[in-house]
């Protein structure tokens, strides 16, 4: 079955189709390095480093680019803030980024492209629009027209006329109409910049990505992607601007993951309830904040709580204990062949569900269901008398395909300890007097599949191991 990707340029899904056989290329908005990263701005990296490593499981080859803005106003008001230059800023928090993406399970990218690296490739760029029409200079800036090109909104679904309406000239800006956004800025005196055919400045936001595209991947490209909050007025523009430039279609699919919520409240800066990446990954397993992200489709909004956090890590539990149960009985199975062939089938059929709820716009909630369901069956061959080395390898194998597609490795756990235990039948104590029966029953499955079996007494309950 092909791929099928929802597309926010036509608002529907289509059967994914590369521009070369075996081959994708994607490009994914990356950070503007002032600060370490919030959740938010890790949920693109998780999604579609997913996304990547689905492409890869069906047999392509990803080029895959997330791009670093390394020069912008928030850098440079943050240099002056710390008392810093702007590049050692710029260079701190690509580390930092660096870092908390690859904790949380994302691979490297095959290009991480710096907008001060890619200066002489902007720099053309915005000539080649200028000469066609497109974008004016005045002043040291430059603007881009975007009533020049026709179909401005597209992406967006809004008219010119009603794009008009909301735009605005502040203070200090040269353009000739609300709508027209700068490829240049002249710069001011003190602020790092770079030499161009219209003075010393640097560029516009929009105008990177269009240019590093372009250079990396070619004139039009299978998939950009990124954060809902991008799709305008930034990837409208680089629409705009890129397929004025080279009169192709810049990317044939377009790909935005839904916002965070905290508590059940939009995370945003201006509220304050936003929660860096850095402060999670000190407090939680990184896996489980992975886990945790894909457990929601990427297009629906995901809700952050220390309540969900919490389900998630007892969900990868149960998956990762299912592993190691299976690891364990290998060590004392057999060759036999009595029901192999059920036992095989069950999990191939489990095996092309997967990837029936991955190829449905790479639907990791649902995969993760399928996911349980393959460690459920596990647990139930694991009640035989006797296994077969044969089933429980076929097991193991499937559940490392699936966990590797999501980026999750299983990594075996100590013995819980007592206090553990205790601490546990606790909770669980005060699940049945609050009348939460479903976590109550959580617990005990989780601690018996942990081979800790509890007792209920009128002395209260009493626990064995198994």
């Known amino acids: 079955m092909p791929i099928k990707v929802y ?7 289509e059967n994914f189709q590369a521009l070369r056989d075996g081959r994708v290329s994607m490009y994914v908005c990356g950070p503007t390095v002032y600060n370490y990263i919030h959740i938010g701005n890790a949920r693109p990296a998780i999604v579609f480093d997913s996304v990547r490593r689905y492409f890869e499981y069906k047999g392509y080859t990803v080029d ?27 260079d701190k928090f690509i580390d930092a980024y660096l870092s908390d993406v690859e904790a949380l399970g994302v691979q490297k990218a095959t290009y991480n492209p710096r907008v001060t690296e890619t200066m002489n490739d902007i720099i053309s760029f915005i000539e080649g629009l200028i000469e066609k029409g497109y974008a004016y200079a005045v002043d040291g800036d430059v603007y881009f027209k975007p009533r020049a090109f026709e179909g401005y909104g597209k992406l967006s679904h809004q008219s010119i006329d009603e794009l008009r309406s909301g735009a605005r000239i502040q203070v200090g800006e040269k353009k000739e109409d609300p709508l027209d956004f700068a490829l240049w800025k002249d710069a001011k005196d003190g602020e790092i910049a770079w030499d161009s055919p219209w003075g010393r400045g640097r560029p516009g936001w929009h105008i990177e990505c269009s240019a590093m595209a372009r250079k990396y991947l070619g004139e039009t490209i299978d998939i950009h992607a990124g954060g809902q909050d991008l799709a305008f007025p930034h990837h409208e523009n680089e629409i705009a601007q890129s397929e004025a430039m080279t009169d192709q279609t810049f990317a044939n699919y377009w790909m935005h993951n839904g916002y965070i919520n905290i508590d059940n409240e939009k995370m945003s800066k201006s509220v304050g309830n936003f929660v860096l990446t850095k402060d999670l990954i000190e407090h939680y397993d990184p896996r489980v904040l992975r ?76 995969a993760i269901t399928v996911l349980f369901e393959l460690a459920k069956e596990a647990n139930v061959y694991l009640q035989s008398k006797q296994t077969s080395t044969t089933v429980i390898e ?29 601490a546990l039948i606790q909770e669980r104590n005060e699940a049945r007097k609050n009348r939460d029966f479903s976590r109550a029953d959580e617990i005990r499955d989780l601690l018996k599949e942990k081979n800790i079996f509890l007792e209920d007494t009128a002395q209260g309950v009493r626990w064995k191991r198994g």
């Open 291 to 366: 886990f945790f992200m894909l457990s929601v489709h990427y297009r629906n909004p995901i809700n952050f709580t220390e309540t969900l956090l919490s389900s998630a890590k007892n969900s990868l539990d149960r998956i990762n204990t299912a592993y190691f149960n299976l690891e364990h009985r290998k060590q004392t199975s057999m060759n036999l062949v009595d029901d192999n062939d059920q036992w095989l089938q069950k999990i191939s059929e489990l095996e092309q569900q997967f990837e029936v709820e991955m190829d449905d716009d790479f639907n990791t909630a649902n």
């Open 394 to 422: 076929a097991f193991q194998e499937t559940m490392l395909t699936f966990v590797h597609v999501l980026g999750i490795d299983l990594q075996e756990e100590e013995e819980l300890i007592d206090e553990q235990i205790e």
């Open 64 to 90: 895959y680019v997330l791009n670093f803005t390394d020069v912008d106003d928030k850098i440079i008001k943050s240099a002056i803030e710390l008392g810093e230059e702007v590049q050692d800023v710029a």
């Open 7 to 13: 597309n926010t340029l036509t608002r529907q899904k």
